[in-house]
């Protein structure tokens, strides 16, 4: 004989309240479906209930956002008038349960892309960044910051939404606003870049499509990746094979660019045309905030590195990447005090010119794998190659060429394909010993 479950004797209003104390909607949907007394519950007051758990679970400063991405990823809402003005009303009604729970759903990769961010930053300046945990004032503006880029990216996918429409975006932002996404977007490409330029740096095929990597944030190829949204963007992110980001990356096909994404977008888009017009200059900012934030730490942060400059340099300046690696606009004026950034002007210590050369060094030696990766296609191999190791090379029932009877064979990194660098600075004085080209010089 089955026992009745305790459950089963509770009353349903304490049932009820039960379920509307559960933290997320993952865990609402466990437990409706976990015995009958739970699902009767449930369905008796399930509008009720599923607002009361997402409200514990996605914070009502947030909300906005949420349903804005949500929404704009319906075929057919993509207004981009409307979805800005809703979020400028700060819209904070979910339409149905169904939607409720798809937000609750969302949310989880939101917030974990949110706790990955701040890893990162508070990793790499651990000698400056004190011990506490970032504030919930904090995780929010970033999780707000994250459910904008998926909103731009819902609205703006398709290289063929006309520009104006982004330019309408961009002003519905406040410049800090702008530079939140800025960090956002900056991070994703940092997110996704290693398994990108993994398959970039070693696909024969991709050699021969003379597919860039290790370009930095402006790479089209990652602006196209990063243009499917932040559950693709953690999916690429979390392969940790070759083989795995291949099939994930459709190895076997042309990389696709996208020219006119959000790099593009902040650097054209988002800053106004007036260069007469300095910062220090203006007593009120024409764009206000979407979000009315109650610590004024970012849009301080935001004065203080851009205070001598003109209107068209408010937003994404090339020179503020460092600040935008460890987030300057995300956190609270009591963390930024702390750090005595306000103390004295902001200066751009970067040694750009080494940089460049870094760069043109790079260049030339991607240019070199992108000739060898030619060859050995010509030749009929296919699939994993490396600068100074064949062995993973698909010949196609052919016997292995004999590199030294390759035309370009005097050339000194060619003349020695089998020589393998032990570290990337080997691999670099190997390099060196290779004639720039004159571009390059």
């Known amino acids: 004989m089955s026992q009745t479950s305790p459950v089963a004797s509770l009353s349903i209003e304490l049932l009820q309240s039960v379920l509307s104390y559960l933290p997320d909607v993952t865990s609402l949907q466990a437990a409706a479906t976990s015995c009958r007394a739970f699902h009767h519950a449930f369905q008796g007051a399930q509008g009720i209930i599923a607002t009361l758990v997402l409200s514990n679970q996605i914070d009502i400063s947030v909300l906005p956002e949420a349903i804005a991405a949500d929404t704009s990823a319906a075929i057919g809402s993509r207004n981009v008038s409307d979805i800005m003005q809703k979020l400028h009303q700060r819209y904070d009604r ?40 970032i504030s919930l004032r904090e995780k929010r503006r970033i999780e707000r910051s994250i459910y904008r880029f998926e909103i731009f ?19 519905r932002l406040a410049p800090w606003e702008n530079e939140q996404l800025g960090c956002i977007h900056d991070f994703l490409v940092r997110l996704v870049s290693p398994a990108f330029d993994d398959v970039a740096e070693h696909d024969v095929f991709w050699g021969v499509c003379h597919v860039t990597y290790g370009v930095g944030v402006g790479s089209p190829y990652t602006q196209h990746l ?22 994930l990356l459709q190895g076997d096909k042309p990389a696709k660019p996208n020219h006119d994404f959000l790099y593009d977008g902040l650097l054209e888009r988002a800053n106004g045309l007036n260069s007469d017009v300095y910062l220090d200059q203006e007593t009120q900012i024409e764009n206000g905030p979407l979000f009315s934030d109650a610590d004024s730490g970012p849009e301080d942060a935001w004065r203080w590195a851009h205070f001598d400059e003109p209107r068209a340099n408010w937003i994404y300046q090339a020179g503020r990447d460092k600040l935008r690696a ?3 606009v995300m956190w609270d004026s009591s963390r930024l005090e702390g750090f005595g950034i306000f103390s004295k002007a902001w200066q751009d210590a970067t040694d750009r ?7 043109e060094r790079e260049h030339a030696y991607m240019q070199n794998s992108w000739e060898q990766r030619e060859w050995v296609s010509r030749q009929g191999g296919s699939g994993w190659w490396s600068w100074g190791d064949q062995s993973k090379v698909i010949w ?26 032990k570290s990337l600075s080997e691999a670099r004085e190997l390099l060196s010993m290779i004639k720039l080209p004159q571009h390059f010089r």
Request: proline letters at 5%; glycine letters at 4%; hydrophobic letters at 30%.
């Open 326 to 328: 460890w987030g300057y």
């Open 353 to 359: 010119q080494s940089e460049r050369r870094e760069a």
């Open 153 to 171: 990216c819902n609205l703006f996918r398709s290289s063929d939404m006309a520009r104006e429409e982004q330019s309408s975006f961009f002003s």
């Open 226 to 247: 990063l243009s499917h949204g932040v559950a693709k963007i953690q999916e690429i992110a979390d392969t940790e094979t070759y083989a795995d980001r291949w099939k």
């Open 94 to 133: 979910p339409c149905s349960t169904r939607q409720m729970f798809r937000l609750g759903r969302f949310h989880h990769l939101v917030s974990d892309l949110a706790g990955r961010f701040a890893t990162t930053v508070i990793s790499a300046f651990e000698p400056h960044w004190p011990k506490d945990a």
């Open 396 to 421: 196609e029932g052919k016997v292995r060429p004999d590199w030294s009877k390759r035309s370009d064979a005097s050339n000194t990194a060619n003349a020695h394909p089998h020589i393998k660098p």
